[in-house]
């Protein structure tokens, strides 16, 4: 079983930015989607970003234009570069090996990294 160790959460005013990381334990060269996903307190989990093996990629309508995933097969790791946070961006994000169609996520949860955004 894979592991997952997402970071790179933090505390950020409005506006500003945060860059997430997700590192795996196994190859991700072979994994065709991979997506972050996100919680906020009281809801269902979410997709924001995904990617696939060529690297195009799927951004949920709240978040484009101000999100961008990215992945480093060589280094097994997976990025989402964050930038015009807001309030509502606020959750624990996780990130996971996805189906291709679905984007249902492959693997169990790693305990995910957490963003506040204040405003």
């Known amino acids: 079983q894979v592991q997952l160790v997402e970071s790179g959460g933090g505390l950020v005013q409005a506006g500003g930015s945060l860059r997430l990381s997700c590192a795996t334990s196994g190859s991700i060269f072979s994994i065709n989607a991979m997506g972050w996903y996100r919680q906020a307190p009281g809801k269902q989990r979410e997709l924001v970003a995904g990617?696939?093996?060529?690297?195009?990629?799927k951004y949920a309508d709240s978040v484009k234009g101000r999100y961008t995933i990215s992945r480093d097969n060589a280094k097994n790791t997976m990025y989402l570069q964050m930038s015009g946070l807001k309030p509502e961006d606020t959750a624990v994000y996780y990130c996971?090996?996805?189906?291709?169609?679905?984007?249902?996520?492959?693997?169990?949860w790693g305990q995910g990294t957490q963003v506040t955004v204040s405003s």
């Open positions: 996971n090996a996805a189906h291709p169609f679905t984007w249902d996520p492959l693997w169990s």
């Open positions: 990617i696939m093996r060529a690297g195009s990629t």
